[in-house]
């Protein structure tokens, strides 16, 4: 954020002030300040109480318990035994779902869990017909049913052979870690009355191609389901790289720009009035940022503009694919030694992905991260629908129309130059549904969110033209 206004800048250097720019950076800071326009600087929205109270439970020691728990089935291939109850991802399935409805009785009612799968034919890196389910515990909304968001790890592992599934793979970064986020997570917030929708998910056959999650996407899609945010956690249990380098406070969060799911015509449109780095994914991501990088998650989220590490997919694409906002945490240091690693040790060089790396402190602020944020989203209206900025005449001003929400109090009109990564400015407009900003259209990125009377606000949404 650059907070030193373009006025002061022509001042400075009308006064030949160059002498107190310590830096050429210095002096790109203060440049960048641009354009001058109305508004607060944006303060980041806080966890209310009922929230802090809620992270302050995800337990550490819980979150190894489950990971441990889920090592403990030997190997957990998509297409490992269905029929053992010790060993194989049946018996890690049914172990989860069984942990789920121990969560869903403190819900008096309001989470149930399913076990929706599917026989997958053979098909690429599955080699068998296999049935590929994911276990799904949804707390339903008190206010907005239809409105959801779902929390997502993959309960499959493998060794470095994709199709074994024999031998042992014990999958605890990837992705014990991520499952752990979705449970913990369904274990707090059972008892707890979100206005929205929320899924806490894991699925299966992701190693072999994103299966399962594909097939959860295509449901909600099939049933026309709003869903207005995903995060998929995968690999978020360790907090030191290859070299040895610790960072247990940074979170990546992979958020891809323009949609797969988008036309040639809406892709071109987008182009159009330069809304590439504006898509509901990347408005997910900056309200992740805004709402999960404070003292309740001690975490810092590192938004990058990627779907995904080079060479990696995960389960948010098949719901960026249906058009739904997703995103993919993912730990800052990667260690590939522990990942899709057969368990051996070379030239006295530990591979396998063992429960021994693994930092359970660190997987419990990233769940901190996905509970900060998810909460928020469910506690907040939805965020604005056929937002436009008006274009029919030319002017210098900015007026933007929207569908009223009768779960809103209010709006804000957020703001920001358009090379600035985060909204830098707000401007609250009241309960309205048009509003006219003294600001050109053409110097700045506008976006509109909706504030409910318990002050959580939603993801801000992009005009597109009319
Ligand atoms: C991988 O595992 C499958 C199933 O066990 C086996 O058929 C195949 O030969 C293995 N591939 C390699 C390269 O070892
Ligand atoms: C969604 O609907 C399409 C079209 O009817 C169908 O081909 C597809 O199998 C459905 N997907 C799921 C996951 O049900
Ligand atoms: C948004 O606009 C579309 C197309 O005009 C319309 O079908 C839809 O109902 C509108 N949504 C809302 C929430 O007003
Ligand atoms: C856009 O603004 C013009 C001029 O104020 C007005 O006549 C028109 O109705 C507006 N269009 C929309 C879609 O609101
Ligand atoms: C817009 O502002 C510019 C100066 O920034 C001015 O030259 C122009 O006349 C204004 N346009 C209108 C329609 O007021
Ligand atoms: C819009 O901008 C013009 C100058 O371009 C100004 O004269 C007018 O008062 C503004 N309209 C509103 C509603 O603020
Ligand atoms: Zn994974």
Redesign the pocket.
């Known amino acids: 954020m650059h907070l030193v206004p373009r006025t002061l800048l022509l001042g400075l250097l009308a006064g030949t002030a160059w002498a107190q720019l310590s830096s050429y950076e210095s002096f790109l800071d203060v440049v960048s300040e641009w354009p001058p326009g109305p508004g607060a600087p944006l303060v980041p929205q806080q966890p209310d109480s009922e929230l802090t109270a809620m992270m302050a439970e995800i337990d550490p020691a819980r979150i190894k318990a489950i990971i441990t728990k889920l090592v403990s089935f030997g190997t957990r291939n998509t297409m490992s035994t269905q029929a053992d109850p010790l060993r194989g991802i049946g018996a890690a399935r049914d172990w989860i779902a069984s942990e789920m409805r121990t969560f869903a009785a403190t819900s008096g009612g309001r989470m149930t869990v399913t076990v929706p799968g599917y026989l997958q034919e053979p098909s690429g890196n599955i080699i068998q017909p296999t049935v590929i389910s994911n276990v799904v515990a949804t707390l339903k909304g008190s206010t907005d049913l239809n409105r959801i968001y779902v929390v997502s790890g993959h309960y499959d592992s493998r060794v470095s052979n994709v199709t074994n599934f024999v031998d042992d793979a014990p999958g605890a970064d990837d992705d014990a870690s991520g499952v752990a986020v979705s449970m913990e997570l369904a274990r707090v917030m059972a008892s707890h009355r979100p206005a929205a929708t929320i899924m806490f998910v894991a699925v299966a056959g992701e190693e072999q191609g994103l299966f399962g999650s594909t097939f959860l996407a295509g449901t909600l899609a099939n049933a026309s389901a709003n869903v207005e945010g995903m995060l998929n956690n995968d690999i978020v249990g360790s907090s030191t790289g290859d070299d040895g380098t610790k960072d247990p406070f940074n979170i990546r969060m992979y958020t891809q720009g323009i949609p797969s799911s988008e036309t040639f015509d809406q892709i071109t449109s987008r182009i159009h009035i330069g809304a590439e780095n504006d898509s509901p994914i990347r408005q997910l991501g900056r309200f992740v940022v805004e709402v999960s990088s404070n003292a309740v998650t001690q975490m810092n989220v590192q938004m990058v503009y990627r779907p995904d590490r080079f060479l990696r997919g995960g389960d948010h694409l098949p719901f960026i694919d249906q058009g739904y906002p997703a995103v993919r945490f993912t730990e800052p240091h990667e260690n590939f030694a522990h990942q899709h690693q057969d368990i051996r040790v070379v030239d006295g060089l530990q591979f396998g992905d063992l429960v021994e790396f693994c930092d359970f402190d660190f997987n419990a602020r990233v769940a901190r991260v996905n509970g900060v944020a998810l909460w928020s989203l469910a506690q907040a209206p939805g965020t604005p629908k056929n937002l436009t900025m008006n274009t029919s005449v030319?002017?210098?001003n900015s007026t933007l129309t929207w569908t009223g929400d009768p779960a809103a109090a209010g709006y804000e009109v957020v703001w920001r130059a358009s090379e600035d990564p985060f909204w830098t400015h707000v401007i609250p407009v009241g309960k309205v549904t048009s509003t006219t900003v003294l600001l050109?259209k053409d110097n700045a990125q506008f976006g509109v969110r909706a504030v409910g009377a318990n002050g959580f606000k939603s993801p801000a949404a992009f005009p597109f033209t009319k």
């Open positions: 030319l002017t210098n050109s």
